[in-house]
């Protein structure tokens, strides 16, 4: 059965089968991909047995709670020959039957894995991209793994092997030509994280009046010192960019204006102040936006906020982000510059109350104290504040701060826990 994945998730869609049937699976085994409005979640066999039947083709919607695939455990063949089982019976069977079994049981032979690639998900997504079915990729590695230079060599001979049929086709008749076509169109189905970020940004402009800020930040010393330290930690297996920095000191910031920390009800009625700084940050994947979080940065060290900035940011470009992290927001930051763009409007996450948009940094020429002409590295930040309870003077003075800290990173240390 499809579990309850939680967050009210009712139904998901099916990205990827890992097996077909008549494989044989593994006790925890990946089995299938499927995508949720938060983020992709594997689903794991289990128990060992043979897979039966797939209840859902790629691209189907699956009910929570339904049937999704159905398994034959070891000792089920005797009991079920005769009259082909539902799914429902099937789970139950394989329920009591895993509860039910002895050590002395004979294995399933493993001529079911015939048609069964061995691959890493990497390996597999690898696959994907290319639109390679890889199953039939021969594997170089142990045991007949498909390695991810197995994937690229298939594709080349496929290639080259396709090439070498156009050619052949277009010197035995050389009168044909292709029909060209016009006016072609695609309609899909907005699914997934798609789709739940579409309700989230209409729910946001609708309920929550927005009002923009924008300010210049010099972050030539920061950015200095970040540089030295992703120098001093890389042999650590640590990597400083420049998020960690924005997140701590906009962490800071919070201590002194809890209200850009806190949260109103639908009403607007009641607002509640958080304690924790979860500071979210949004991603750009390959299945939508995602924002996960970094929880309880007030308490955190700048190395323990880059390593968690690192594990979200693999997380979320794969997918595969943890239901902990992507709750429990009070804050988010936008880095529309890692991409372009100077100036936005974010929208606010809702129920937070304000979301900042990091631009790209510029190297311009700027006065200094002296009057003389010098180059600055320079970043514009764009805030979106709820105006039911932030007002222009509040988000100007809170930006104020957070660009000190940024400005003159030193002053940060005094700060710290």
């Known amino acids: 059965m499809l579990p309850d994945i939680g967050e009210g998730i009712v139904e998901c869609e099916i990205v990827e089968w890992q097996v077909k049937e008549g494989d044989v699976i593994e006790e925890d085994q990946p089995v299938v991909d499927v995508m949720t409005d938060k983020a992709l979640v594997q689903i794991p066999a289990k128990e060992h047995g043979v897979v039966e039947k797939l209840y859902y083709k790629q691209g189907d919607i699956a009910k929570v709670h339904e049937p999704l695939f159905a398994v034959r455990v070891e000792g089920d063949a005797e009991e079920t020959s005769g009259a082909p089982a539902t799914a429902a019976d099937t ?4 329920e009591s039957e895993q509860s039910a079994a002895q050590p002395g049981h004979a294995a399933v032979p493993q001529a079911a894995r015939q048609g069964k690639a061995v691959a890493s998900p990497a390996v597999r997504r690898r696959a994907r991209e290319l639109d390679i079915d890889i199953s039939k990729v021969e594997g170089s590695g142990a045991k007949g793994r498909v390695m991810k230079e197995d994937v690229e060599q298939f594709v080349a001979r496929s290639s080259s092997t396709a090439q070498a049929q156009t050619t052949s086709a277009s010197s035995s008749s050389e009168t044909s030509k292709p029909t060209a076509t016009t006016g072609g169109k695609r309609t899909e189905a907005i699914r997934g994280v798609k789709a739940a970020m579409a309700k989230a940004m209409t729910e946001s402009v609708r309920t929550i009046p927005h009002f923009t800020y924008a300010d210049e930040f010099d ?51 009641e607002i509640t102040y958080f304690d924790d700084h979860n500071i979210g940050m949004a991603v750009d994947t390959k299945i939508g936006l995602l924002v996960p979080n970094v929880k309880q940065v007030q308490n955190k060290s700048l190395i323990d906020v880059a390593n968690e900035v690192t594990r979200l940011t693999q997380a979320a470009r794969e997918g595969r982000v943890a239901q902990e992290d992507m709750k429990g927001g009070t804050i988010s930051i936008s880095n529309i510059g890692v991409i372009g763009g100077t100036v936005a409007t974010p929208i606010i996450n809702k129920p937070e109350a304000a979301i900042v948009a990091l631009g790209k940094v510029q190297e311009l020429p700027r006065f200094d104290a002296n009057g003389n002409v010098v180059a600055r590295k320079l970043m514009t930040v764009s805030w979106s504040g709820d105006h039911r309870i932030i007002d222009g003077g509040t988000i100007a003075r809170f930006n104020k701060r957070w660009q000190e800290f940024l400005e003159d990173p030193t002053s940060m240390l005094v700060h710290m826990v």
Do not use: H, W
Request: proline share 4%; glycine share 2%; hydrophobic share 45%.
């Open 91 to 94: 789970a139950t069977n394989a």
């Open 219 to 269: 972050l030539t010393a920061v950015m200095a010192l970040q540089k030295q330290l992703k120098e001093r930690y890389k042999d650590e297996g640590v990597r400083i960019t420049m998020m960690p920095f924005f997140i701590k000191a906009l962490s800071l910031a919070l201590k002194e204006f809890p209200i850009m920390n806190a949260q109103v009800n639908d009403e607007c009625t």
